[in-house]
């Protein structure tokens, strides 16, 4: 598995670290919120866990799985909601965990969706950002670190499903989908 990386870009040290630095801004922004922190799957699963532990006041943690990909590493464009929230956003602070954004297609249509289910607010957390790409007015008011622009995969982020467990955020060799 390894030996599809072109390059290590982020080691699990620094995603600790960044993590450890967006906690404790978390705990301060939220205080007195008791916000819900929606995690976007699969990808940002790995992000949220770590993220949420490093939040220390009141936190309720929900998922929602929407589609963009496919299988490709281009984005179609279309969004899908495939699993939606178990718990109303009426009148709650929303923190969305994302994996990567990187046209914004994606969190431009979740955050649409949550303002129009009436939420107080809506602020976005993500562990990487592709602001090449950007298509949407999408800003996000966390960000772990910015990615150049290639498909980059670990610490949740996948290829075909697989990669997800990598410690660490690398750049997947071209060959590795050319030939697939
Ligand atoms: P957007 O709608 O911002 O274009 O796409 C966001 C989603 O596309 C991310 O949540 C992620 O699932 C996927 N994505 C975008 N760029 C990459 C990338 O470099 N690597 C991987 N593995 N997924 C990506
Ligand atoms: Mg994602
Ligand atoms: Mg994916």
Redesign the pocket.
């Known amino acids: 598995m390894n030996e599809d990386i072109k390059e290590v870009l982020y080691s699990k040290q620094q995603i600790e670290e960044v993590s450890k630095k967006i906690g404790v801004q978390l705990t301060n922004d939220y205080a007195d919120k008791k916000p819900l922190v929606i995690c976007?799957l699969k990808?940002a699963v790995l992000f949220m866990a770590d993220i949420i532990r490093k939040i220390d006041t009141y936190v309720e943690i929900d998922f929602m799985d929407v589609s963009?990909?496919g299988e490709a590493t281009v984005?179609s464009g279309e969004v899908k909601i495939i699993k939606d929230l178990d718990v109303p956003v009426e009148g709650r602070d929303i923190l969305i965990v994302?994996?990567?954004?990187?046209?914004?297609?994606?969190?431009q249509c979740l955050v649409n969706l949550l303002k129009h289910r009436k939420a107080a607010s809506v602020k976005i957390c993500t562990l990487l950002d592709?602001p090449e790409r950007r298509m949407e007015g999408i800003i996000p008011d966390y960000v772990g670190f910015q990615v150049p622009n290639?498909?980059?995969?670990g610490y949740g982020?996948?290829?075909k499903g697989m990669y997800r467990n990598l410690p660490y955020v690398g750049i997947l060799k071209s060959e590795v989908y050319e030939n697939n």
């Open positions: 976007v990808g963009s990909y984005s994302e994996d990567i954004i990187d046209t914004g297609k994606t969190l592709k290639e498909f980059v995969v982020l996948d290829y």
